[in-house]
Structures are given as structure tokens and as C-alpha cells.
């Protein structure tokens, strides 16, 4: 990680220790204490957060996943035949809410629900604040990309901003790698969008039909197109993103969202993603 993290701080002077430092965010990362709470053999809390939050508004942490999907793309660890796609909700704490600034400032009346902004990714559904981690994933339990919206929006609208962000860098140069020869996901991810998409980048998948879509299809006769083709053993496959959301959610700042700001929660989803690659 040394590489690519900063060297000095923009107004002058040195980083305090970036090994404490980073000690401080991974632990807060997996128990999910509040930042104010940490121990003080990480230093004082306030860097450790301060440490935290401008690297994840600069793309620091970014850049370190990328590195490590680089080098492990050029010993060929990656498996390119195939990546699943999956999303998993995550309860927002009710100190993730408040943050919201662009919100109209209107007087509520009795009954109305309240109103979230999209910047943040925060949204109400029955169980509350939710927010929503749409993700790229393979066999191994390895993050390719993801992308972070509120609990209560759709998964096929995503599909499409999720595979734009997969780019694994190339060590020597060039464009990075951003095609899987195969996709699989559920019916949640069926649309004649996301399909026309694919078939543009001549992206195979593999995603059942859902029962209104192949009824309005067999309605509409020969100009309906034919139906999609469907292999089981190839949506086997797909219990790799599965499990990957299942590891992620074992860090328990990303199961329970305790973090106002959304480029924050992302940064700490990111350093979970990080943490799970060397097992690879």
C-alpha cells in the first residue's frame, strides 16, 4: 500500500504514522465502534477519521483496490470468463441520517414521509433507513466494482453504472480491462436495456426472464424476438457474488451503515473490498 499513499499533507508538513493510522480505520471498519471510541493505541480519533475521510474524497482508497486488481489480473488471478452481479441492503443507523443539505426546506405536515436525498444514498423502506450495495463479483469472494444507491431503488437501473466501473488497470500500459466474456444475475436484472447493452459489447449472460416480460413477448407473436437463452449450470455460477456479499457484510460498518455521509460509507465498503482480496 505504501506506493500509493500519500506523501506529505497539502499545506506543509508530515503524515503522523500511516501503519497506526490505518490499524485505527481497519478496526473501526470491523467492529463498527464510533469513530470517538477507538482505542488510543491508534492516536487520537480525530486523525484517524480526518485520515479517513480525505482519502476516501480523493480516491485513495480507489486507487489502492485498483493496484491490487492490477497486479492480481498480471499473475492471472482473475477470472475473466465470468462475473455475477447481486445486490445487498444494509441497515442505516439513525446516525447515518441528518446529512442531507440539498433537501427543499419545507414545513412537513402529519403523515407525509420523509424526504432523503439521492446524493446521500439514504432511502426509507418498511424497515427503516436503508441504503443499497449493488455489486460486481466472481468466485473467491473477490469485489470487481460496486456502486452505492438508497435501500428503495431498483437493481436493473444499475446494472449498466456497475459494469462501466469495472477497469483493471494493465501494469505495462494500454486500455484497462473492463469486459467479462459472461454475466449472470436474477430476474431482478432483466430489461431489453440492460440486454441491448450486452449484446453491444458482446457480453454473453445468462439472466431468467421474469413472467411478465415472456408473457408481453409471446403476446407480441414473431416481432416479440425470441426468447433468452437460459443454462442452469452457468447460474450456479452465480453463488459467487452471493457469498461475496455475505463476506462483506461480515465488517460491520458495512452491515449496519453508521456513517452520515455517503463518498464516506463508500470509502469504508472499498477498504472492505480491499481486505478481501489477498485471500484470493
Not at 70 to 76: L, M, S
Not at 78 to 104: E, F, K, L, N, Y
Not at 168 to 197: E, F, I, M, W
Amino acid at each position: 500500500m505504501e506506493p500509493h499513499l500519500p506523501k506529505n499533507v497539502e499545506r506543509g508538513g508530515r503524515w503522523k504514522s500511516h501503519r497506526r493510522v490505518i490499524n485505527g480505520i481497519l478496526f473501526r471498519q470491523r467492529t463498527g465502534v464510533p469513530w470517538r471510541d477507538l482505542p488510543a493505541r491508534f492516536g487520537k480519533w480525530k486523525t484517524v477519521h480526518d485520515r479517513h475521510r480525505r482519502w476516501s474524497a480523493d480516491g485513495t482508497w480507489e486507487k489502492i483496490l485498483r493496484a491490487v486488481q492490477a497486479d492480481a489480473d498480471t499473475e492471472g488471478r482473475i477470472d475473466w470468463s465470468m462475473v455475477s452481479v447481486d445486490s445487498a441492503s444494509c441497515r442505516a443507523h439513525q446516525h447515518a441520517a441528518g446529512a442531507c443539505t440539498d433537501a427543499p426546506r419545507i414545513p412537513r405536515r402529519r403523515g407525509q414521509p420523509v424526504q432523503h436525498c439521492s446524493d446521500e444514498a439514504l432511502g426509507r423502506s418498511r424497515g427503516g433507513l436503508t441504503c443499497e450495495i449493488h455489486l460486481a463479483g466472481e468466485g473467491g469472494r473477490r469485489p470487481r466494482a460496486f456502486v452505492i444507491t438508497p435501500g428503495q431503488w431498483g437493481d436493473a437501473p444499475q446494472l449498466i453504472p456497475l459494469l462501466e466501473r469495472i477497469r483493471v488497470p494493465r501494469p505495462g500500459g494500454g486500455h484497462p480491462c473492463t469486459r467479462p466474456d459472461h454475466l449472470g444475475g436474477d430476474k431482478a436484472y432483466s430489461s431489453r436495456g440492460n440486454r441491448r447493452y450486452l449484446r453491444r459489447r458482446q457480453i454473453k449472460h445468462t439472466i431468467p426472464e421474469r413472467k411478465d416480460q415472456r408473457a408481453n413477448r409471446q403476446r407480441r407473436g414473431s416481432a416479440g424476438g425470441r426468447p433468452t437463452g437460459f443454462d442452469k449450470t452457468i447460474y450456479r455460477r452465480r453463488n459467487g457474488v452471493e457469498r461475496t456479499n455475505n463476506a462483506l457484510k461480515g465488517f460491520r460498518a458495512v452491515a449496519t451503515r453508521f456513517d452520515k455521509r455517503a463518498y464516506i460509507f463508500h470509502g469504508i465498503v472499498t477498504v472492505a473490498a480491499l481486505r478481501l482480496w489477498p485471500r484470493s
